[in-house]
Each structure stands twice: as C-alpha cells, then as structure tokens.
C-alpha cells in the first residue's frame, strides 16, 4: 500500500507536501504514510483514492485494477 500512494504521487510529479496540503496534514505525516510508519485513517484513503481517480482496494493492494468503482446512490 505504501509503495502505490508514494508511486501515485511520483507519476503525477507531486511532492509530498503537495498531498499534505491536499489531507490538512504536515509533510512529516504524510511521509510516515508513505513510508508505514503511521497508519493512514480511513477517510484518508477515501481522499486519496478519490483524488488518484482509483478505489481503496488498488491502495490497499487488494487489486491491480486502476479504474475506480461505479458511485452507488444513497
């Protein structure tokens, strides 16, 4: 999972303090995500994964597939 988020990022050519503004957090915590030295929060994966356009489960390394799930209405 660390791996993707930092290779995500890379592809975009963002730094971390990039994602950092993006999650209202210090760069230093967003480098402890990155490096799994901090677990990421929930709904920080949602941004995340919201952001890259991707699912939780590509983060999470539960599926190679990029593409995100369909939205369900509520």
Do not use: W
Not at 16 to 29: E, G, N, P, S, Y
Not at 37 to 49: C, N, S, W
């Amino acid at each position: 999972m660390y791996r993707r988020i930092r290779d995500l990022r890379e592809d975009k050519d963002l730094r971390q303090q990039d994602l950092a503004d993006l999650l209202q957090c210090t760069q230093v915590c967003y480098s402890y995500y990155e490096l799994g030295r901090r677990d990421i929060p929930t709904d920080v994966l949602i941004r995340l994964a919201d952001f890259y356009q991707t699912s939780v489960d590509y983060l999470l390394g539960r599926t190679n597939i990029k593409k995100p799930y369909p939205r369900t209405k509520p």
